[in-house]
């Protein structure tokens, strides 16, 4: 089965191939150029290159979130459209689980950090991919007091991560920090295996806050 997986939940975005559990090709760029640009330009070169129609898809795995309001409803709209016309299945994973799952073979404990802004952030931990807590968004001292207890090496990823990297009591490295669509694409693969799977009418983003347009409207009643 050919997986494809999506990413456009930070600025940083992509688009992996598999086949199966091997990673046929991937495009991850970082540049200020916006998911709706370069995304289907990336899908179209990826299955190109790898000499695939994308009627040979069978199975989409989209990053839904949190993460950037514009992106995430680019790529989860991609993958519903993709789902629909192909019909075939789609398999959602959060933001901070294709972190985990992309960095689970650290020996300790791995902390997704996604930027909120204003000094919070969207955060999950993980111990082999496998999770310690439920997701949230906190202030980043919060984030901070939680992990001083766990008496473990701990590795912070994610673009929360290198915008707060100052403050962590760990090295951040930029390069290695920023999710690859390939993680999310085995993840979704793991999970339709395991029997989780949706259709373009159910997936949605994972936004876990309101988006400013609906906080300006609630203060409006």
């Avoid at 150029?33 to 289907?40: A, V, W």
């Avoid at 016309?85 to 959602?92: C, D, H, K, S, Y």
């Avoid at 390939?182 to 395991?194: E, I």
Wanted: hydrophobic share 40%.
């Amino acid at each position: 089965m050919y997986v494809l997986g999506i990413d456009t939940s930070t600025m940083t975005g992509g688009v992996a191939l598999l086949r199966d559990d091997e990673l046929v090709g991937e495009s991850v760029l970082n540049i200020r150029t916006t998911h709706s640009e370069r995304l289907l330009p990336a899908l179209e070169g990826l299955l190109g290159q790898g000499g695939l129609d994308v009627k040979q898809l069978g199975l989409l795995s989209v990053v839904t979130g949190p993460g950037s309001f514009t992106g995430l409803r680019i790529g989860v709209a991609t993958a519903k459209g993709l789902s629909y016309a192909l019909g075939i299945p789609t398999v959602g994973v959060t933001t901070l689980e294709a972190y985990g799952w992309q960095f689970r073979f650290f020996p300790g404990v791995v902390l997704a950090l996604v930027d909120a802004r204003r000094e919070n952030v969207f955060w999950q931990a993980f111990r082999e991919g496998m999770a310690l807590n439920e997701p949230s968004c906190d202030a980043l001292s919060h984030v901070l007091t939680w992990s001083e207890g766990l008496g473990q090496e701990l590795l912070f990823v994610g673009d929360g991560a290198i915008s707060h990297g100052a403050k962590l009591p760990s090295r951040v490295r930029p390069s290695q920090s920023l999710l690859r669509p390939s993680a999310a694409a085995d993840l979704g693969y793991k999970r339709f295996l395991q029997g989780a799977a949706q259709d373009a009418f159910t997936l949605n983003p994972t936004y876990m806050r309101q988006t400013e347009a609906e906080r300006k409207w609630q203060k409006q009643m």
